[in-house]
């Protein structure tokens, strides 16, 4: 495949992989799976960061409603990791595709001895064709005021960790076909947006919003992270995770979901279409 990419970050939401009923997609992580591998056996550097604990371990014990309390979102957290892990595993190997389960939190990327440490097992790991599946450490993270080690959602953490590993783009898959000029489910003749430069507060104004019950995203948070992807000279793109094959589209040059980058992209205009 032809493309200007060599280090790529990849971000699925819950939404994208558990449905509103809390089945898990395999078709989704199957289409994921063999899209990543074949990235990855064409010569990308590919890692992807996956959000879906809580939601598969809700679907694990059979809860439909996401519970607010921390010590219970944690212990849903270390059931469905384990679990979400061994459904990518088992997914990846069908495609030849060795993987490694990296789980970080706040206080590793900010220290800079554990950071390198950890920038260290990650190119070990891209280096020997292992794609590195990452979320946060959701079932020990704290959010105190004097100790901080959560991320708090995964947008963020993908944008983290694109700039960390000095990632050429990161692409969030999502729910939805990318950023529009006002909310499609209450305006249908909403228009997607195909380029954007800069994030500005008329943008955040019309993107508002929430992710679903399963999950924390929203698009507020994804225009957070284009913008610490923006800051750092780098390239997002939004896209919609339904079908992941589109991801060899978007890497190829196509005019597909919304692209955020200073530079206009080829084929690429900011007017809504
Ligand atoms: N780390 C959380 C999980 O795996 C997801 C956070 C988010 O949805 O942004 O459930």
Do not use: C
């Not at 554990?114 to 790991?125: A, E, G, H, R």
């Not at 954007?196 to 019309?206: D, G, N, Y």
Request: aromatic fraction near 4%; hydrophobic fraction near 40%; proline fraction near 3%.
């Amino acid at each position: 495949m032809k493309t200007k990419y060599k280090r790529i970050v990849i971000k699925i939401g819950t939404s994208s992989i558990i449905d509103a009923d809390s089945n898990i997609r395999k078709d989704v992580i199957e289409s994921l799976t063999a899209v990543l591998s074949g990235l990855n056996q064409a010569g990308l550097e590919v890692l992807l960061v996956t959000s879906g604990a809580v939601g598969v371990g809700m679907h694990t014990v059979g809860m439909h409603t996401r519970p607010s309390e921390i010590g219970e979102l944690q212990a849903l957290s270390a059931i469905g990791q384990s679990e979400l892990m061994d459904i990518y595993a088992d997914h990846f190997k069908a495609h030849d595709q060795t993987v490694a389960q990296l789980l970080l939190t706040r206080d590793v990327v900010d220290y800079p001895k554990s950071s390198q440490n950890v920038l260290k097992t990650i190119n070990t790991l891209l280096k020997n064709n292992v794609i590195p599946i990452i979320n946060e450490n959701d079932a020990i993270s704290v959010d105190e005021f004097d100790h901080r080690t959560t991320f708090g959602e995964n947008d963020q953490l993908a944008a983290i960790v694109t700039n960390f590993v000095n990632a050429d783009l990161l692409i969030i898959l999502s729910d939805i076909n990318g950023l529009y000029d006002a909310n499609p489910k209450k305006h249908p003749d909403a228009k997607l947006l195909e380029w954007i430069p800069a994030i500005t507060e008329q943008l955040r104004s019309v993107a508002g919003g929430h992710g679903s019950q399963f999950g924390t995203g929203g698009m507020e948070t994804k225009l957070n992270a284009a913008d610490l992807i923006l800051q750092n000279h780098r390239a997002m793109a939004i896209l919609n995770g339904q079908d992941p094959s589109i991801i060899n589209q978007l890497i190829s040059g196509a005019n597909v979901g919304t692209y955020f980058s200073a530079e206009r992209p080829e084929g690429r205009n900011n007017e809504s279409k």
